[in-house]
């Protein structure tokens, strides 16, 4: 009798979370939809006009000043999200949806080279955050209502729930996935993704062609191709780290004074680069024939060191306090660094661009998993192994810090001792 | 400087065990393919040869004392090995694997219904064990290479690389992963699967064609489809665990007695089942048309009740001291209770197959991202978030206590709470 009970609790606890991932998955997809939208408005508008870029250091300040009067604890972003999962605290401030929201347009508008993923997380989690006051969940239940606002968030943003719910799981800890919100969050990210593309929003279709059965020698060349994503995860991770330090060392008062060097930096970087399209998003560039994540998939779409140009962009944009996710830059210096790999060894270029699309990003947040499955859900079943092979490696070379701080590090991945629970 | 030493150390550590993996792999991989290929030589001859289900009293008897005088502790099969990974103590004994390939030639030939993984996964488990005898490994390795026999068996047996990666990490606590042997655990399997393939096995091809794009309808039959998958998972295991108790409690002295009273059990069953379809592994039968895995993916390939017969024929086989695995049955168990639900609610019974394979599977061995995983690599990408909703549901709905007694809980699935690290 006391089996059955056992089974009649698991549906309350079901169906309790599927009624709380209504209004969490309803108002996280809309909002992360608007964004979305106004993200393509902002991008569009800046290709057009050019001059835009010279405000970036005022853009800057404006940020700066919008978190340091209203931001509260804001600014900490998906770091103050994950410390409120492992020990809940003060709470998540409802204000960073819109302040996120705000200075991620702020920021691309006027041509800092950053991403989407931060910012639909931190809508996620603050709204899942104020549910969760006017609910009065207890600790506990918080803590599952902010890992599905992330789940939500990020399979809103990418159009791949799946990857969204285990993302949500994968990223509290290094080494480790506990199943405490499996469904809960699998709930969260595939209505917020329904959510998200009834309102018309469309995610970028990528392409990958069977190229060949399976071969030992191309295995090497991933797992090679493995090694090099993985360090390019750690050294943008690194890089991003270094710069935020170095930069608050240097200039310790006017702080404002930092987004301002970064914005003209980056105006520097344009002008040596020649080129504008390392700035934004870079989904996809002003002209057909740019350099973007979209033309890393065709030969000789990207230049050789693209994605190191890319990497010092956004480690810088980011690093000075301008606002946005560091995933999808993650997914272009992937994307780009595989491009470039498959030039030198003769690989497949689509392969070895979604290969590095994805293994760069699971280095820098450590997600291995949840990047093997967004290899499915975006590039099809074919590649599975691949996508795990090259997934796992970069994992294991991208060291023990990935971007987000608050990560903790449960399973060492020198020796695979157990760090903590 | 520290750092690029922590990359160099990770390089060190790859590189062990990916020699490692080599004999691993080797001899797994050859000896699960030696297995497969004896298999299908021993069901084809029993279907021409029905007579021989008279003998399966006999056969375990057979079995009975070939454990009780050569087995020593290897009867307590894969759990045997899961215990060594928990907390290393005496090691598996090399002769598990050749008992155990003996043992389960000997049930499918008399027309035991039973599986083929926990044979496979013993096979690998015991190799690895004696590799890590030779090599003299340290205790936290020899927890490593024994979780890369587990994936290597796996991977080979059913042709699921990564499926047999994510499945020896999986299935050694409820409600969690951890990465200790991710890597390790990959190539293993990847090159015991290549290994397999090599000596020119290989394995059934299932199909799911395109039915229909997303609905709420559908997601709403998936979801029911799920809890009776994990429902059918939970009864299967408490039947076997119910049946191996009973028994040892009726047959008190001469416990050669219970494999004979399990034989003749079998033997009624099949009259009264009228047909000899639910004997051995199951994957075809003997006629075109019979009841079997690979029609259960055809409307009215089954019976309505076809499911409860392979899990009562299974239960009853294994709980008596017959020897396989149970997984093979469990994919029948699961693709045909799909077939009725598909049938019932007008659903598409290619999908509704398919997700039973993998969700009751899920449900009883408590894995359902390795079983997911299993769905892109069987079945394709196109309906991962499907195979996702039935497994995370199955596997909510099937209790805490799986077929693994040895398999200890990490997180309730009641409130998501930690219980163990």
Redesign the interface.
Known sequence: MQ?IF??L???K??LFWTLLAIPVSLTAGSLVALFLWLLDVVTRFRWEHAWLLYLLPLAGVVIHFLYKLWGKNSEAGNNLIMDEIHQPGGGVPARMAPLVLITTLITHLFGGSAGREGTAVQIGGSLASLLGKWFRLSK?DTR?ILMMGIAAGFGAVFGT??TG??FALEVLAI?????????PC?IAS?FAD?VCSAWGLHHTKYHIRIVTD?DFLL?GKIILGGVAFG?AG?VFA?SSHSIKSFSNRLIKTHKWLIPVTGGCIVILLTFIAGTEDYLGLGVTASSPDGISIVNAFNENGVTSWSWLWKLVFTAVTLGTGFKGGEVTPLFFIGAALGNTIAMLTGAPVELFAGLGFIAVFAAATNT??AC??MG??LF??DY??YY??AC??A???S??SGIYTSQRL?????????LE?
Chains 1, 2 share one sequence.
């Open positions: 089996k056992e089974q609790s698991v549906t606890h079901l506990e599952i729930p799946l719910a285990i080494g480790r996935i506990k199943y405490n919100a499996l469904v699998l595939v329904i399976f295995l360090l750690y690194l291995p998993i093997t499955i499915v859900e099809g079943s599975i192994l795990a092979v796992f490696t994992y294991y070379f060291g023990h449960a399973v060492s991945k020198k020796d695979g001792a157990t629970d």
